[in-house]
């Protein structure tokens, strides 16, 4: 048998019992409500994805939208004053005596009643708060058979909603963001701190049984616009759950691509809100180094290297904003992507004054074939302490690369600089208070008979 549920959709989200929050968007589940009247104002609509609403756990579901501009009489009793047309002196006091085709009467004669199907705003005051316009309207028809499959794979589902039907959308009033902190306490050794930022960007407080963290890369089909206020001026604090337990994220695994964080606890956010709940706990390794990086040219350069660190992680990272201190000192702040656990990934936080460069270039011979460049770059540690230097020099056409080798001062050195596929590239230690010299030719060759050297 098939049942028609007409109702209007709010995002009174103090009745959501689930949410599943991604990176810039949620999915709301919650369950039908009984007096099957809701409303979504104009700014509530803007942050609904409408083609996601939907109803789980039933079949052979329809469903209607309508756009109504006109206000939502929706409380029988509420009283009004009226004018027949603009010109009337004085308006007259009505009652809504029937909300779903607004049928009203006059207060002073409550036998005379009329409907009152369009109007214009000059001829109707309020008493009280008004109704909202315009408003959004969501008709659903299905069959509520239970669709055992929907819910076969989803315990959270299961254990909150057993065999009830599912109202669900997504919502980008609510997100979820890593955000991570590095604070540094010696040379190569540092605390690596983790907490998830939720956020509620709505205008109604939000009480949910549980929550769900999604992190990877999940794309949307016709991605609602987000109120520009979202991006700063809303508040932050530690979120507390609705008991005085503290919240506990837990890690739920892998599952095509997307890592799953639950919290199996009931919580709320305030509107307008971020709050930062403890995150993961994963085991990262730490080591500082300095960074020579540029591509290949004939001119010669001057410049510090940058500043880096490379981290190792045990667990997988989700993207989010990374914090670095030294000694209680902040450094820098970074966008790191996603690191799958074992991955090394290196932190640039911009140049370091006393680590620079020197690099020359000369011409060692040139013919129409060919042009041999001989490279000299001079590395210079100032700092009072030793320090890891990665080297990278990057060629690009037909070239070949010939006669490497790196000496400290008045010493030879063995070389660790290796060509690996278009890039000169190596790793070492630099001395505190010296320089170092590396030196290598690299050969181009041309492709037209009037190529001139520089």
Excluded at 58 to 75: I, K
Excluded at 185 to 193: E, I, K, L, Q, T
Excluded at 371 to 396: A, C, G, P
């Amino acid at each position: 048998m098939f049942r028609l549920y007409t109702f209007l959709l709010c995002v009174l989200i103090s009745q959501a019992r689930f949410i599943r929050f991604y990176d810039d968007f949620g999915e709301v589940f919650r369950n039908i409500p009984d007096e099957n009247r809701l409303t979504f104002n104009s700014r509530e609509w803007s942050l609904i994805n409408g083609d996601s609403i939907s109803i789980l756990n039933v079949e052979n579901l329809e469903r209607d939208f309508v756009y109504h501009t006109f206000p939502n009489f929706d409380v029988e009793g509420t009283r009004y004053l009226y004018r027949r047309h603009i010109k009337q002196d004085e308006p007259v006091e009505i009652e809504l005596v029937r909300a779903a085709d607004r049928l009203f009467r006059y207060v002073s004669q409550p036998t005379r009643y009329f409907y009152l199907p369009s109007f214009d705003n000059a001829l109707l005051e309020y008493l009280e708060h008004p109704p909202r316009a315009p408003f959004y309207e969501v008709k659903f028809t299905y069959n509520q058979t239970l669709n055992k499959y929907e819910l076969s794979h989803d315990a959270n589902l299961q254990l909150l909603f057993k065999t009830s039907p599912i109202l669900t959308y997504i919502d980008k009033s609510f997100s979820w963001a890593p955000r991570y902190t590095l604070d540094m306490y010696s040379f190569d050794n540092g605390r690596f701190m983790a907490w998830a930022n939720l956020v509620n960007n709505g205008e109604k407080n939000v009480r949910m049984e549980r929550a769900e963290l999604n992190a990877g890369d999940i794309k949307l089909l016709n991605r609602v616009s987000v109120d520009s206020s979202r991006s700063g001026m809303m508040a932050m604090a530690f979120a507390s759950p609705i008991k005085s337990d503290p919240i506990v994220v837990q890690e739920s695994g892998e599952l095509y691509g997307t890592y799953v964080y639950n919290i199996n606890q009931p919580i709320q956010l305030e509107p307008k809100c971020t709050v930062s709940v403890p995150f993961i706990k994963p085991q990262v390794q730490i080591k500082r180094f300095a960074l020579y990086s540029t591509s290949f040219t004939t001119v010669n350069s001057k410049d510090k290297l940058c500043k880096c660190y490379r981290l190792k992680s045990d667990k997988f990272i989700p993207k989010g904003v990374l914090s670095i201190r030294e000694q209680g000192r902040i450094v820098g702040e970074v966008a790191v992507p996603d690191i799958s656990a074992g991955e090394e990934y290196d932190v640039e936080l911009g140049k370091d004054a006393d680590i620079g460069f020197y690099r020359q270039i000369s011409i060692e011979s040139a013919s129409k074939e060919q042009t041999v460049y001989k490279v000299e770059v001079t590395l210079e540690n100032k700092k009072s302490h030793d320090i890891f230097v990665k080297f990278q020099e990057k060629l690009f056409g037909k070239y070949s690369v010939d006669k490497i080798s790196t000496t400290l001062l008045q010493q030879a050195l063995n070389t660790d600089l290796i060509l690996k596929g278009n890039e000169l590239t190596g790793k070492f230690l630099l001395d505190q208070n010296t320089k170092k010299v590396i030196r290598f030719e690299v050969t181009i060759q041309h492709e037209t008979s009037g190529y001139k050297p520089y």
